[in-house]
């Protein structure tokens, strides 16, 4: 039994060597600006950035014999164990600098960061040291980095990740029915696109009125769709329309399936687009959902005028349903319940193969197509009626697929809810605050509104929050799957 242990874990213990290496590499960003800056966290940023790369290097040297080609099981625990180890490395320089802040408090900004939820438990963002924040942003930006490959071509190799719903027959850019080179070759092609993406949304920011370390660390935080900011005021901090415009460019691209974008590119088309159901979704969820806000705002009376209420709803909307988390206003405070209805859009309105998180509209599409059939079923016993979305019929297997994930994630913010319960918080912020975080919106409702933070919550809280940040990240069963005991089993 230990030495089938031993075989599984030793590939992904030696790429986890590898990403940690890579992570300390990151780690130049912050020791640069610290230095530039001459800040007194540049020689916690250089510790933790030796002991980052000296347990990489332990890693990839003590395995360096495990050289066998990762399969499906393999790619459970790949995943897994690959995005654990990097939240607790990349809490280092976190628990070094920011001495005050508790254990469960670096786990959970960390987690927060890399996950691309946006959430913090730092009041004062403001009087960082510019190398913390920068470090906090970066880490947003590698965390959607990862979440492409992870999205892309690792889960739906696996049959759990929903992008291939709609592209089960070219599911990634590079067709190849080994792992290893299906990161490797999705990999490029992506990084490319999501390097350039970001130094055009640097260039706006910067054009749109921000400085060069504002602009960068924004950027960070848009194209990964985190929401993670350096001021307690999020971009409000800016009051500034052109930002804010900026800002919703930048995310409605980033919501988008990057396999997508590649594609548009490629064929110099934007037929790629207007031919995907899920991209129509994407746009329509955006389209009903401000022109929804903006009406009950507008009815309200709820700011000045009319021009103030579009802008409002439009951000505010954009924003969550794309999961990023940024806020310009306190939308807790919006009539007629607004706030926890977007929270709800958000669970699916991004799509698969984007840096958001939460269902996607591929799962819920199907999810829906499924129900109706199965009510035809019922009048129909014996009749053919194949499982189809659009054109393309749907797989008995998928279907499965996710309506387990769909199960997964009704048990999980049900149980987490009920731990907040019973940890002395009202509905409103246990319920909301599970939900941004299996989400990765980031800011809930309640005492964890867009107006607070998490800065106040109990170990508990902040435990079973950093769980369901990395749940909903990892899609659930890829989790599920290493954790249950015949995983183990020879």
């Known amino acids: 039994m230990f030495r089938y242990a031993a075989y599984l874990l030793a590939p992904s213990l030696r790429l986890v060597g590898m990403l940690l290496s890579v992570l300390s590499i990151a780690m130049l960003?912050?020791?640069g600006m610290a230095w530039l800056y001459d800040e007194p966290t540049l020689d916690r940023f250089v510790t933790a950035a030796a002991i980052t790369l000296a347990s990489g290097l332990f890693l990839m040297v003590s395995m360096r014999r495990a050289r066998r080609e990762l399969e499906a099981r393999d790619g459970f625990l790949?995943?897994?164990l690959t995005w654990f180890v990097c939240v607790v490395f990349s809490a280092i320089p976190l628990y070094l600098t920011?001495?005050?802040l508790s254990i469960g408090q670096i786990f959970f900004e960390a987690m927060s960061c890399l996950t691309t939820t946006g959430?913090?438990?730092i009041s004062g963002l403001d009087d960082l040291p510019l190398s913390i924040n920068y470090w906090r942003c970066e880490l947003s930006w590698l965390g959607g980095m990862g979440i492409l490959v992870l999205g892309v071509a690792i889960l739906p190799f696996l049959g759990v990740g929903g992008v291939q719903a709609f592209r089960a027959e070219s599911t990634t850019l590079f067709k190849d029915t080994k792992l290893t080179p299906r990161i490797a070759d999705t990999a490029k092609a992506l990084y490319s696109l999501y390097l350039i993406l970001s130094i055009v949304c640097a260039l706006a920011y910067r054009w749109a009125g921000m400085n060069w370390d504002e602009a960068v660390m924004f950027m960070f935080t848009t194209v990964s769709l985190a929401g993670t900011a350096p001021y307690d005021e999020s971009i409000g901090f800016f009051a500034s329309h052109a930002i804010e415009y900026v800002a919703v460019v930048f995310m409605v691209i980033s919501g988008f399936n990057f396999l997508l974008h590649f594609t548009a590119w490629r064929q110099k088309s934007l037929m790629a687009y207007i031919t995907d159901i899920e991209s129509l979704g994407w746009v329509a969820s955006i389209v009903f959902g401000t022109t929804f806000v903006f009406t009950i705002l507008a009815y309200n009376d709820f700011y000045p005028n009319l021009r103030l209420c579009f802008e409002r709803a439009l951000f505010n909307t954009v924003s969550i349903l794309s999961t990023t988390g940024y806020a310009t206003d306190?939308?807790?405070?919006?009539?007629?319940?607004?706030?926890?209805?977007l929270l709800l859009g958000g669970m699916i309105a991004?799509?698969?193969g984007s840096t958001g998180g939460g269902i996607k509209i591929s799962r819920f599409l199907i999810a829906v197509k499924v129900a109706f059939l199965n009510l035809k079923r019922l009048n129909r016993p014996r009749a053919y009626l194949p499982l189809r979305l659009g054109h393309m019929e749907i797989s008995s297997e998928l279907a499965d697929n996710i309506f387990t994930f769909l199960m997964l994630y009704c048990m999980v913010v049900f149980f987490a809810t009920l731990v907040l319960l019973l940890d002395g918080n009202d509905i409103v912020t246990a319920f909301s605050a599970v939900l941004a975080c299996i989400t990765n919106v980031g800011p809930a409702l309640g005492n964890v509104g867009p107006a607070q933070n998490y800065a106040y919550c109990s170990e508990i809280f902040l435990w079973t929050c950093s769980a369901c940040m990395f749940l909903g990240r990892l899609e659930l069963?890829?989790?599920?799957?290493?954790?249950?005991?015949?995983?183990?089993?020879?």
Request: glycine letters at 2%; a neutral charge; proline letters at 10%.
């Open 29 to 31: 960003l912050p020791i």
């Open 78 to 80: 790949l995943v897994t």
């Open 98 to 100: 920011l001495p005050q």
């Open 119 to 121: 959430a913090t438990v």
């Open 330 to 341: 306190d939308y807790a405070v919006w009539p007629n319940n607004i706030g926890i209805l």
């Open 350 to 352: 991004t799509c698969a």
């Open 477 to 490: 069963i890829a989790v599920f799957a290493v954790f249950s005991p015949s995983f183990w089993r020879i």
